[in-house]
């Protein structure tokens, strides 16, 4: 067997150590973040259309800052960074409106519907847009900003309000954010609840 060449030799000698550099992803981080509510239905109770008014609770937009599941820190009124090592489980707006589906069936009585479900019997429909979901690094603090759009009857009068929390951060790391947020959502999600129980 005829011996490789000296330029080929060299050549895997220079590559060899790049090996070790390429990645095919990022490293995922210890832990992922998500969101509890705290007000749930309690386990095994029955709720009814039949017996209690109807809502579906929809996905809120969000603007591209926010349609990631990392967390963005805003620095200013023109610059947004994101937290570093810190990802949601999944999308934010998706955690939210969960959050805010369990906190408007526990503190209104209403039941809550998906989106297939409502075809038959839509109810009330919350909407709307979450326009912070993050950290405001000159507050130190985490902010959550809510436009809620509510149609209390199919077809009748919008009612719109804008929804704000905002809870201190010790520091900006993947813990304290997660709780800072934790704690934000479920005061915008039971002021709204709130508001729509009226």
Not at 31 to 43: D, G, I
């Amino acid at each position: 067997m005829r011996p490789a060449p000296l330029k080929t030799l060299l050549a895997l000698a220079t590559l060899a150590p790049l090996s070790a550099c390429i990645s095919f992803g990022a490293k995922p981080p210890a832990s992922l973040l998500t969101l509890t509510s705290a007000s749930t239905v309690p386990v095994g109770q029955t709720q009814s259309s039949a017996t209690s008014p109807t809502i579906t609770v929809m996905v809120p937009a969000v603007g591209g800052a926010l349609a990631t599941q990392r967390v963005p820190v805003s620095q200013g009124e023109t610059a947004i960074a994101y937290v570093k090592d810190a990802l949601w489980v999944e999308p934010p707006a998706r955690l939210f409106a969960r959050l805010m589906a369990d906190t408007v069936a526990a503190k209104t009585g209403r039941v809550v519907l998906s989106s297939a479900q409502s075809f038959a019997d839509p109810g009330a429909r919350l909407s709307g847009e979450l326009r912070q979901f993050g950290v405001d690094a000159g507050g130190n603090q985490a902010v959550v900003v809510y436009d809620a759009s509510l149609m209390r009857s199919p077809g009748h009068v919008v009612e719109k309000r804008r929804f704000m929390a905002t809870a201190s951060l010790a520091k900006v790391d993947p813990a304290n954010v997660g709780i800072g947020l934790n704690q934000a959502a479920n005061q915008v999600a039971s002021d709204v609840a709130d508001w729509v129980g009226k």
